[in-house]
Every structure is written in structure tokens, then in C-alpha cells.
């Protein structure tokens, strides 16, 4: 997607991530947006606002009131000016500080200030240290920024500036410029009062009470369907695997995490479903016999061990078999011969789409922020797409959804 045009009000507050901005400037520009960023004075003690500014090609505002009577006449309406100029405001890093500042209305700076006179999006990147984030206050203020439906970006775990390893970590700039071309897509209503059925993540089938059989799926892809089905009014249930991922806001979630708990949370859904679209990577087998207590090393004869293993519920063919007006979107994860396959998997289950990918591909492997898809219709029609973030994808195949449920 591109961000030709749009107008992008960036707020920097005073974190060690705040270096990570000028990548993020640079990469907003040459993605065709226009930047206008706006520093606390504590961000201007990690990155200078010469430095941003000649990023953005626009002076960087960091006082609340203007130096001189020159500016006067200009400055002092100039946030009112900026939120009505903005497409969407995104404040990274957001410092517990500044999350508290937002969360309660104050007006000390520039930046809240300006937060408070928005017409448009806003959006905040969290990035503290670990316990600073954990704190019971930052986690209450996040509640309450996401329940008024500001869009939050969960920061990264890793090591962080104070040597400590956790949540807290700004995400790297591609990340943020990805989730921001996300949440530009145009709103739509098309989905409103229909009801759609989501499967995420990976399933574990167990061997034993500690190893299991699974596969490497995030879950993002099937997470990114969800929120952007919410955002278009549809009534959204995921059925997600084991993730660590956040419940988008307005989606009803169950756990599961076997297969055979997916098939039977698939079919208590079912038949109340207007869509069900099936990103999960269910295992296709799992152990015949898992073992009650751990399986010890030394229980084993010689250096192998058979593990037997059994077909597990087709999920989505079942779907197929019973579906009467439900549209049906399938997943096909492909490393060779993908186009074949996908056509054999669009006939074989009934569907009304198949989305194929291959995460061998560059922008597509697990874990990723971004997607390669193919989109293969029952119709014939097939629509190969660029990299995109997968809230972009998700857009895309709602997009084709949308017009059979009319």
C-alpha cells in the first residue's frame, strides 16, 4: 500500500527508542506521506529536532507557546491547524509519561495538546522499560486508551537499554510503517451485522504433559482478518490456537488448542456463521497414544523412538460439506506447486476462496509483519498481490468477501 498524500502528524516523546524515529521519518517520506513532527522537550535530548526536521522536510515543533512576537500571530492556533490538517497522529515513542498524559485529558505540552484536538486516528507505540511497562497505572491507561479506540501497537520483547530482557522495545520502523499503511485503509460498513467466524494460530497436539507436535504460526494473519472484519461492522468470533498475541478490540475469542478443540469450537459456531474464514495452521495428524506422565530418556530402547500418528479432523472440508449459505475462505500454505494445490484445496472443500502464500517467500514467513499472497476465487478469477502489511491483506480479502454475501 502506499502513503502517497496522507498527512502524518508524528509526536516523539523522550525514550531511548526516540533514534528510531529518524528511520521511521525517512521511511513515512518515501513512502509518499507528508510528516509533521512534534517533540517533547524530552525527546529532544535523544534526537534533535535539526535531525527530524531535515527528515521531514517541515520545522519540528517543540514549544507549546512561540518564542517571539513574529510567530505569535501563526503559532498559537497552529495545533487546532495540525489536527484538522492530520490523516492519522502516531506518538512513538510513547513514554509511560506521556500514555498517562493522554489517558487523562492533560494539555502541558505541544504534543497532548494537540492529542486533544484530533479529528482523526491516533495511534501509540508503547516503549519503557519492562517493569515501567508492567506497571499496573501503564497497563490501566492503555486499557482506557484502547476501550476510546486509540490503536495500540504492542511493544517488542527483548533486551532492553537498562539490561533487563521483556516487553518494551519500540518495534523497528518497517514494523510501525506497515501497521500505520494498516490502519489508513478506508473505513467500510459492508460487513455490518454480519456474523464471521475467525480461526488463528497454530494447534499443539500433545505426546506427552510437556512436548507436543505443532507448527510455527503467529497467528498475526488470522488476528489481522478479525480486527479489520470488526472495523467493516461485522460481529466477530476467533477461534485462535496457543499465540501471544492481544484480542483485537470488539472480537469475542476462544482458546483452544488442539485440533480436534478447534473442530468443536468451529462446530458450535457454524451454523449461526455468515462467513468463516480458516487461517489456522491446524496439524494435520496428531500422537495416537500421548503419554500420561513425561516420556524419560532413559525409557526409550536404543537411539529412536516410534511415535504413532493418526489423521486429524478435516476442519475446513467439513465446513464444506455442511455449508448451506455461508461463504468459505480457506487457507493454503504452499512450498511448491502452490497454484495447483490451492485450485485442488478450492474444489475439493467447497470454498468460495482459497488464499495461497508460501512462507518461503521474502515478506511472507512466520512471524512476519507483512504477506505475499495469491487470491484464487471459485469463480476462476486470481489476483496475485504485492507485499503488504497483513492488515493490508486482510483488507484485501474482505474486500472480495464483502460482494458474495450480497
Keep these: ?5 496522507k498527512h502524518i502528524l508524528l509526536g516523539v516523546s523522550g525514550g531511548i527508542a526516540a533514534y528510531k524515529t529518524a528511520f521511521l521519518v525517512r521511511d513515512f517520506v518515501k513512502a509518499g506521506a ?7 522537550d524530552a525527546a529532544t535530548h535523544f534526537v534533535t529536532p535539526l535531525t527530524l526536521g531535515t527528515l521531514s522536510r517541515r520545522e519540528v515543533i517543540t514549544d507549546m507557546f512561540p518564542r517571539g ?9 497552529a495545533h487546532i491547524d495540525l489536527a484538522l490538517w492530520a490523516d492519522i497522529m502516531l506518538v512513538a515513542p510513547a513514554t509511560a509519561n506521556t500514555l498517562a498524559k493522554i489517558a487523562y485529558g492533560f494539555a502541558d505540552n505541544f504534543l497532548a495538546t494537540l492529542v486533544l484536538a484530533l479529528r482523526c486516528p491516533l495511534a501509540v507505540a508503547p516503549s519503557m522499560d519492562v517493569d515501567m511497562y508492567r506497571n499496573a497505572a501503564t497497563q490501566h491507561n492503555l486499557t482506557l486508551l484502547r476501550e476510546r479506540g486509540v490503536h495500540v501497537l504492542e511493544p517488542e520483547s527483548g ?7 521483556g516487553p518494551g522495545r519500540l518495534p523497528e520502523p518497517e514494523t510501525i510503517l506497515h501497521w500505520v499503511e494498516g490502519l489508513m ?16 494460530g497454530p494447534t499443539h497436539e500433545p505426546i506427552d504433559p510437556v512436548r507436543y507436535v505443532g507448527n510455527r504460526s503467529s497467528g498475526k494473519m488470522g488476528f489481522a482478518l478479525a ?15 496457543p499465540v501471544h498475541l492481544p484480542t483485537p478490540p470488539g472480537v469475542r475469542r476462544r482458546d483452544v488448542a488442539t485440533a ?21 495452521a491446524v496439524a494435520d495428524f496428531s500422537p495416537v497414544h500421548p503419554a500420561g506422565d513425561k516420556i524419560k530418556r532413559d525409557a526409550v530402547v536404543g537411539d529412536r523412538m516410534t511415535l504413532e500418528m493418526e489423521k486429524n479432523p478435516d476442519i475446513l472440508r467439513s465446513a464444506g460439506e455442511r455449508k448451506a449459505r455461508q461463504v468459505l475462505v480457506g487457507f493454503a500454505l504452499e512450498t511448491s506447486n502452490g497454484l495447483h494445490h490451492a485450485r485442488q484445496k478450492l474444489a475439493a472443500k467447497h470454498l468460495d476462496a482459497v488464499v495461497l502464500n508460501d512462507p518461503t517467500e521474502d515478506g511472507a514467513g512466520f512471524g512476519t509483519e507483512t504477506n ?35
Excluded: C, Y
Excluded at 512576537?69 to 492556533?77: L, S
Excluded at 480486527?227 to 490456537?241: C, K, N, Q, W, Y
Excluded at 462446530?267 to 456463521?273: L, R
Design 1 to 5: 500500500m502506499s502513503l502517497t498524500g
Design 159 to 165: 533486551e532492553l537499554a537498562s539490561g533487563l530482557v
Design 185 to 200: 485503509v478506508e473505513t467500510r460498513t459492508d460487513l455490518l451485522g454480519k456474523k464471521v467466524l475467525v480461526t488463528a
Design 260 to 280: 480436534r478443540e478447534m473442530a468443536g469450537a468451529v462446530d458450535e459456531e457454524f451454523p449461526s456463521t455468515d462467513v468463516l474464514i480458516m487461517t489456522a
Design 227 to 241: 480486527a479489520a472484519a470488526t472495523r467493516r461492522g461485522a460481529e466477530v468470533t476467533l477461534i485462535s490456537g
Design 372 to 406: 505475499v499472497v495469491t487470491i484464487l476465487m471459485a469463480d476462476g478469477r486470481i489476483d496475485r498481490l504485492p507485499q503488504m502489511s497483513k492488515l493490508a491483506v486482510a483488507e484485501e480479502i474482505l474486500n472480495r468477501v464483502a460482494p458474495l454475501l450480497r
Design 34 to 40: 507528508e510528516v509533521q513532527v512534534v517533540m517533547t
Design 69 to 77: 512576537a513574529a510567530e505569535a500571530t501563526t503559532h498559537w492556533t
